[in-house]
Structure formats: C-alpha cells, structure tokens
C-alpha cells in the first residue's frame, strides 16, 4: 500500500537516475552490443531480483556478470555447475576442527553462495537436489544447515546462465523453480558492427575495466530512490490484468491464452512486474510507474511463466508472441468500451 | 508538447468532454443497433395489424413507429449509461495516451508537486464507432416499416393467399364508377361513397367468410345498379323533358302566325323560365338563343328546338354508355318509352306530339291551357302527314332513312307536296283538343280499312324507304290530275 503523499521531487531523483544511467552506459562500454540485455539486468539489480541469462556460449554472459559485480563493488563468485555438485558445494556445510585450545567444534564452511553476486553458470547441469537447494537459498535470501539458519549477505543476486542448445545431460529447471527468478533474458549474439568494433579495439576480445564503482552507500540510495517510485492504482491494475489475462480459464482470458496456454503467471509475476516496471521508471528518471515502463518490462518477466501446451508447439507460438498479443490486447486505461468503439489518440508532439 | 499551466485541471476538464462525446458516441451507436430490429419488429407489427384487424387509423401505425424509436432510444441510453466509463478511467487513459509516465494518474491518487509543470496531455482523441453494420440495418428497417406504413391497403389484403377471386366482379363495378364518373352523372360524394365500398369489399375479401364476402360483394353491386339507374333516370327525365320542350316548341313553330294565339306564346315562354330555373343547361340555351321570356318568335323557337334537340342528343350518348354497362334498361334509355325503372314501358311508338306531349304539358303546365290547344292543335294539323287517320287527311310523308343507307349519295331536293294547306285539295274539318268522338260507322270503316282509330287489331308495317324511291313515293301521294 502507499504511503505516500507526493512524488519523489525532481530534484531528488534526478542525481540518482544520473547514476543509474551511468552504470548502464559503463556497461554498455564494457559489454558492446547488448544494450537492451544490460538494461533488464541493471533493472532486476534495482529489483532485488535473480535472473536468468540464457544464450550460447560465448555471448558475453559471464563477463557481463562480472563487470556488473565490479561496478557495483559487490562481492561476486562463479558457480559452475556440473552434474556431481552437490547442495553443500553451494550451500557451505559443517567441518570437524580443532580449535586453538584442542577442543573439537563443527565449524560452518559457508559455500560459494554466500556471496553479493552469484553466477551460477549452466544452471541446467547440476542435478535437481542441488538446483533446489540453490533455488531455496535464492527465495529465502538465507542458508539453513543442520537447523542453524544464516542469512546471505545483502545486497543478494544470482544470475544464473544456461544453455539452449545442448540438452543431453541436462536437468531442465522445473516451472516451478523458474518463476523464482525475476527476469529471463535471452542474451543474443551481435551484429557485424559491434564484432568488427570488438575485434579490432580489444586485444584477444577481453573487455576494458570499469572506469567507476559505485559504493555500498550509493547503491543503498538507488535502492531507496526505488521504494519512493510511485506505483498508482491504475496502472497496478494494469499489472493485474495483464497477469490476468494471461491465466486460462480467467473472464480476462484471451482466446489465444485459452488455447495455447497451460499455466498463465503466478501472483509473484504481477509483484515482480510492479517491481522491474518501478525500475524502469528510475531508469527513464519519471517518479511514477508509467504504462510504457509496464509493457518495457513485461517479456522479461512473463516470457518464462507462461507455460505453453503442446499446441502452441505444434503451431510454433512463442511465450513472446502471446506476451506482445496481451500488451496489445489488454487496454492500459481499462475502459471497457463496447467492441467496435476505440478511443484513437492523436500525436503527441514533445 | 503542450504545457499547461494546471494540467491536472485542464486533464480533467478534457476528461469531462471526452466522456460527453463517448456518451453520445455510445448512444448513437445503441439506438442504431437497436433501431434496426426495433423498426422491423415495429414494420411486423404494423403489417400484421393491417393484414388482420383491416385499415387502421393513422394514430396507430405512428404510434407503433413512435413506441420503435422511444425503445431504440431507451435501449441506446441504457447501453451508453452500461458502458460509458468513468471519468477517472479517461484521464488514465489520457495519461497512457499522452505519454505522461504514468503522473497524471498518480496526480489523481498524490501531490504531483514539482512534477506538475511536466505533465503531457494529447489532443482530444477522435472516437471511432464501428457501427456501419447497424446503420445498414437500421436503414433497412426503416425503409421496412415506412414502407409497411405506406404501402396500400389492397396490396395488403390481395396479397391474402384466403381471398376470393372476385377481380372480375370488382373491375366491373369499378368500370361502371368509372362510367359514372366520366359522364358526370353522379355528384362526387356519391362516387367517393361507392369507391370507399369498393376498397372495403376488396379489404374484407375473406375466403374463409365466403358467404359475407358475396353478401358484401352483391350489396355493393345493387348499390350502383342503384346509383346507375337513378342517374339514368334523372338523363332520361332531362331528355324527355328537353325533347317534349323542343317538340312543343317545334309545333308552335310550325303553326301559322296567325294561329299562334298569344296566350300560348307567353304560357311557353313562362314554362321555359319554369324549366330553366331548374335546369341551368337550359337556362344557358335560352340566353344563348337571345330569347325574351315574352317574345317568342317562331324563329326563336325554332332555334331553340334546335339546341334542344342537340343537348338531347349527348344525354342520349350518356343514357348508351349506361345501358352498355348494363346499369339501365336499355327500353328505359328511350324517353317517353318508360314508366318504371324496370322498362314497363307506356305505348311504344307513341306519338310525341299527341297526347303524350298532351298530358306533359298537362303535369309541367297545368293552367297553360291555350299552349295545350295549340300544341294539340298541330296535332289535329296533321304534322305527322303520311300516317293518315281518320281527322288528319293526307299530308307530307316524311322520308325516313334507315340501315346503312345514307342521304349524302342521292341528289335531294325539298319540294312541299301540295295537298295539306291547298283548299282545294284539302280541309280541315274540325280541330279537337283531345281525340275526336268518332262515329260509329266511320270506326267500322276505319277498321275495315285497318286505318288508325279502330277497336280491331292493327297491322303495322315498317316498310324501308330509300332515296330510289322517293318518285314512287311522291307518285303516289301526288293527287290525281295534277
């Protein structure tokens, strides 16, 4: 609910978007060619929300995980994933020691989770005990060993990869499990340009070191710019329908929805969309969710939990094509005009 | 971009409007929906009405069409008030629409504060109404229910697959209307009378009431046989009166001017004026023929007889077309033949310048008893000469052409025979007013000689004669030794 009773000032939150923005072009001169991939990633930090980068190898995956770790100045580890690894690889478990004195004491080890920013690299590989103890960690934001509960180090993010192409000795990561993670981001390759670009300035492709780091101090005040973002009811309603919309079986229902869709979006969605589209607005530096900030936003969040059935396969419907289908389906305002009678808007001259 | 000074209130003075013209937009768009389907029910409605409870009054159909239109608008409101959203839901959308980031709709839930000076608004939208579908329906059913309103009332009904054939019957009638119509015989509120049964028998025409539809049917045909025969009763009247007029004008006409006695002029004058205050067509020939009610000339007369004969004759035309379309008896159409109605007719062939003129005058003119002896005195004259008779002596004949025989072929010449009014061939005996006591052994001698007068049965013969035999003719009526 809120609370408040104005807008974040102008001036208050003009230096913070600054910053913001600073971050996302150090990225995009670190990271050439993604621009759009870092800005969903820079807006799930905001978020406080994991995320799922899935793309080929070699994409620039974790070197995009990395500079973001430095730039922020936030301690970042590497998982790599494999089929052995096991719960208390990630997790830390409790070691038999000898103290100074010689007494014996079982000393918690903690894991490689307990880190600012986890890349968890092929996420996909490990089996599905240990993607659940990696899962719940990421919900809880803390690690509970032999009933002893630790809480992971804050800010928390793990960015987890994985890889689309080769599925033999994978374990797909459950429906369930994916809508833990704010944002799915299909990192693509880049275009001839930004290769040449790539090739020719950067000796043996290794990017260039971050010109700034942002403090602890600076990243908690982009943290609290984010809770005095205003979300208005009508546009958390929009939120609401859009999830809606997108459940079969709901009156809000699309007929498209009904008949490619198993599972539409959890509650978590509408959260992590009102949450990811506050992002947006900071990054557009407006100190209110806008419409345009929901539809920006809204294929990171809804592309990984809207389960398709198999017709959708058969016919080669994509979660993108319903998500763009619902965004133009759903009507911001919510008039509820009778069919065959539209509002249409001139053009708005800036 | 347009920067408003408070846009917060001009957002939601635009609100305010744009919802107006929604309304309207929305209202129009359901009364054209409901329209349609209302006018075509109204149309049913109507139709049904006409072809089952017969013509209605213009209240009615207006009505049903008024009550189609009240409901469409009722309906259209409804369906505007169900749909038209709320003013708050406009300025979201202005909001969406005008790219504000969502600050006008959170200015209407916080203080938008510095932000204020940053709000965007677009022009005011344009509605589209998808509605052609609707107006092509309602136009449809408008033209559906105007035409049920005007369509005629006998389509209607002779589009009833239950109606009895009687297109023959009431074409008949209506060719006698038109007859009537056209001869002008019938004042116009009768023919409009006649013309309104017409349409109701055609309007009740019910195969399944086929007795009602024959009574319907019958009565209607009795009432312009009716009409047809009091009209032509009324032609007649005026025929026999403008023939017996002439006939009486002709005799005075062809008496000597000494024998005309004044009286008699003056009675015949004060008669014409009688006639003419009733008979405009009458009172226009008498202007016509520059007459002085106490001056009549022969010549006048003779002028007179003359117009009155012609008039005579395009009433006769009429009195034909009425028995051709069998509303008269065609015996009843020759004046002077027919008592009644029904052709019982009084002494075929009789002459109309004795004693049918006689007791004409006697009705018309009682008191004008010096035109009686004069009229009667032509008579006695022996005007009809050739016909003989036992006080009339012989006289001219007259020729007669009959058939196909025509007069203009033959080279006449008019001559008077001498005989009538030569003393020494001729006399008159004695002039009656009324027919002449007749001594007994004259009758047997009339009767003996089949001559008119006599109490024995007559021979009649109707002998044609031609121009060819005008010699023969003239031969035989010379008197001998001349």
Redesign the interface.
Known sequence: M?H????I???ELQPIRERACRILDELDRILLGHHEVHRLLLIGILSRGHILLEGLPGVGKTALVKALGSLLSLEFKRIQFTPDLLPSDILGCNILQMMPDGERKMVFQPGAIFSNIVLADEINRASPKTQSAMLEAMQEHAVTLLGETRPLPDPFFVLASQNPIELEGTYPIPEAQLDRFLFKIAVGGVDADVLTEIISKRRRGEPPAPTFHVTAAELAELFDAMERI?L????ANYMARLVAAGHPGSPEALPEVERFVSFGASPRAAIALAESARAA?LL?G????????VKSVAPAVLNHRLILNYQARLEKVTSFDLIDLLLEKVE??????????????????? | ??RLEDPVRKAEVMGRQ?RRR?GV??FL?GFLSVLGPAAFAAGAVVLLLRVFAGSLSAAAPAGIAAAALVLSAVCGAG?AAR?L?ER???L??L?????????L??A????????RG?L?L??????????RRGVAVAAAGMIFLVGALLIPQSRIVSGNRHALDITEETAELEQKLEVLEEASLMREEELEDLRAGLEALEINNDARETARTYELLDALARKVELAGEAAGERVRNEVETLRMVSNALDSLSALPLDQVPPEAAAQMGALLEQLARENPELAEMLANAGRESSKLDPGTMKRLADAMRDSSGNLEKKLAKLVEQKLMNARCARPGQCDGRNGACASPGSCPYGEDLASWLEKNAPGADELQQAVLAVCAFGEEAGKGGISRGRGDALLRYIGNTKDSSATRRDFSVAGANDPAQSMVVQRFAAAPNVDESERRAAAAGHLRGGDVEMEQRDTPVYPEHRAAVERYFTPKGK
């Open positions: 809120n408040q009773t104005e807008l000032p102008p001036e205003y208005s009811e009508p546009v607005a557009a407006r100190p209110s969710v806008g419409f345009e900030d911001p305002a919510g008039l509820g005009l009778p069919a065959g009678v539209a509002l249409e808007s001139g053009e708005v001259k800036k | 971009m347009k744009l929604i937009a929305l768009r369906m749909h959203p708050r839901k406009l979201v959308w909001d969406s629409a005008g790219g504000s980031g969502g600050m709709a959170a209407l839930e916080v203080d938008p504060g510095a932000w940053q965007l677009p022009p005011m939208p344009k509605i589209r109404v998808g509605c």
